[in-house]
């Protein structure tokens, strides 16, 4: 099994090192950091210390968009990366979520996305990129290039589900847990590569998703539902697997998503959300949605192992809404739940 962890840089740089040691000497396959410039410390000078700071985790930005850097930037930042640390830098990216609309922007659309990434990859490779009517290429000195810098794409429904089938060098899946869930969203990985004359098991999946620990399984599911929802409400409802009885719900349960301060450093926010999903009747609608993985670090192992034995061997998890949880979510995961599986 494989082991994800995305982690905000909300405070100051230099208490990022510890949590990389961490996640590094455990035995994490990648340590995620994401970009969002009016919430976290900036994307790439982080994670050129985080490079410098870990020997052996992949770093991967968790995750940029098209939007806020031009192509060239986003592959002269990958490639220096690169530089600093050989066959560990990876490219998480999306149509942009909280580095847009937390500055009063849209995402991007999926053509958008999908042309930004046909261009790094071409930079990468050393080859010339067309972009939005432009020519251009990489013309540093000793350019690392061919780069084996992998593009992983979050995934929340079909349509950008297809373009990373296309595109990309894998997923991060954000369409439910639920065995009805899995079997629709394989299935159009099935379809999708199959219409790109790909084979599926070129693609990496990660499952992207929360751990809740608690004292139980009960304690923890109070203090949190373990799955995301903000993503069942953007850019369309259409394809996600949502009943029509419960859209309406849907959309005011999501209604202050995109809002900074509540969606990423309320430590109340989880307990808010229980309540408001019980009181608009979607409570376990949602927990139909979620991977399970509530209680004790063995419970979590448990689960773990038996959603593998089931094929999700590749899983990334958010780490703490807030700053004083950060820390014992990572050790709770690192030194509790990891070793009860076989990571690597």
């Known amino acids: 099994m494989k082991i994800a962890l995305n982690v905000l840089q909300q405070g100051p740089i230099s208490g990022g090192p510890e949590w990389w040691k961490l996640c590094d000497d455990a035995g994490v396959d990648v340590i995620g950091l994401p970009d969002s410039p009016a919430l976290v410390r900036e994307l790439y000078v982080v994670a050129a210390l985080c490079a410098q700071q870990t020997s052996r985790a992949r770093?991967?930005?968790?995750?940029?968009?098209?939007?806020?850097?031009d192509p060239s930037v986003t592959a002269a930042a990958l490639l220096s990366l690169e530089e600093i640390a050989p066959g560990r830098i990876a490219c998480g990216i999306g149509?942009?979520?909280?580095?847009?609309?937390?500055?009063?922007?849209?995402?991007?659309?999926v053509a958008q996305l999908r042309d930004y990434i046909v261009a790094v990859k071409a930079l990468l490779r050393g080859d010339e990129a067309a972009y939005q009517g432009r020519s251009f290429r990489m013309?540093?000195?000793?350019?690392?290039?061919?780069?084996?810098?992998?593009?992983?794409?979050?995934?929340?429904?079909?349509?950008v589900l297809r373009m990373a089938c296309d595109v990309s060098d894998g997923m991060l899946?954000?369409?439910?847990?639920?065995?009805?869930?899995?079997?629709?969203?394989?299935?159009?990985?099935?379809?999708?590569?199959?219409?790109?004359?790909?084979?599926?098991?070129?693609?990496?999946?990660?499952?992207?998703?929360?751990?809740?620990?608690?004292e139980s399984v009960e304690e923890a599911?109070?203090?949190?539902?373990?799955?995301?929802?903000?993503w069942l409400t953007m850019g369309t409802l259409e394809g996600k697997q949502i009943p029509e009885h419960v859209?309406?719900?849907?959309?005011?349960?999501?209604?202050?998503?995109?809002?900074?301060?509540?969606?990423?450093?309320?430590?109340?926010?989880e307990r808010a959300l229980i309540a408001r999903a019980q009181e608009l009747g979607l409570y376990e609608w949602l927990?139909?949605?979620?991977?399970?993985?509530w209680g004790t670090p063995a419970d979590i192992a448990a689960k773990l192992l038996e959603l593998e034995s089931q094929g999700m061997d590749r899983w990334m998890f958010y780490v703490g809404r807030s700053e004083s949880d950060r820390m014992n979510q990572l050790r709770l995961i690192c030194e509790g739940v990891m070793p009860r599986l076989d990571v690597g």
């Open 247 to 269: 859209r309406a719900a849907l959309v005011q349960f999501n209604e202050d998503t995109h809002n900074l301060g509540s969606e990423y450093q309320d430590e109340n926010r």
């Open 287 to 293: 927990l139909a949605r979620a991977p399970g993985l």
């Open 173 to 214: 899946l954000s369409m439910g847990f639920g065995p009805h869930n899995v079997d629709y969203v394989l299935s159009l990985v099935e379809e999708g590569c199959a219409a790109a004359g790909r084979d599926p098991g070129e693609l990496e999946l990660w499952w992207n998703s929360e751990i809740v620990f608690g």
């Open 95 to 109: 149509t942009g979520d909280s580095a847009l609309w937390g500055v009063g922007l849209r995402p991007a659309t």
């Open 59 to 69: 770093i991967m930005t968790s995750v940029t968009n098209p939007l806020s850097r």
């Open 221 to 230: 599911l109070g203090r949190g539902m373990g799955v995301g929802t903000e």
């Open 139 to 159: 013309q540093w000195t000793d350019l690392p290039v061919p780069a084996e810098i992998p593009v992983i794409v979050p995934v929340s429904g079909p349509r």
